[in-house]
């Protein structure tokens, strides 16, 4: 590997873990603080494990194509292009499984009657029967332990 493919590569890995946002219930965004949401309660009725797909931004694939165009490109203008294709492959395929996260899909029957279903990354297990809030606003609910 040349002196500008490694770099390159450290910087294309930096980038990637930078792209990663949590999908937590304990994690608000900055657009989130000071804005008013709704509070529900309910109970949990299900829980099943899940898989969040992780981001397929181009930022893997432009790294990837700019490393294997670097890497390939050693002796010929060809190995430079077909360098740049493969990496630019690897690239895609290694940002999405560099950003997938295990989740958990929370059935919850509110207070109100309704069921619904909530998908969030898995850091805080609920059991069937536990009493839950909901935060929410614009679309995104966010699931806690009810206090």
Do not use: H, W
């Not at 770099?7 to 294309?12: T, V, Y």
């Not at 203008?77 to 499984?97: K, L, N, Q, S, Y």
Request: charged residues 20%; proline residues 1%; hydrophobic residues 40%.
């Amino acid at each position: 590997m040349n002196r500008i493919a490694l770099p390159a590569l450290l910087l294309a890995g930096i980038v990637l873990a930078g792209c990663q946002s949590s999908l937590s219930g304990d994690t608000y965004s900055r657009e989130q603080a000071r804005r008013e949401m709704s509070v529900r309660q309910g109970t949990v009725e299900g829980v099943r494990a899940i898989t969040i797909e992780g981001t397929k931004s181009n930022i893997g694939t432009a790294a990837g194509a700019a490393v294997g165009g670097l890497a390939g490109g050693q002796g010929s203008t060809a190995g430079a292009i077909a360098g740049a294709v493969v990496g630019g492959v690897a690239g895609a395929f290694i940002e999405e499984g560099a950003t997938r996260r295990k989740g958990q899909e929370i059935t919850i029957r509110l207070d109100t009657g309704n069921v619904i279903a909530v998908v969030q990354e898995g850091d805080e297990k609920f059991a069937i029967g536990e009493r839950v809030r909901l935060v929410g606003a614009s679309g995104n609910t966010r699931v806690t332990r009810a206090q």
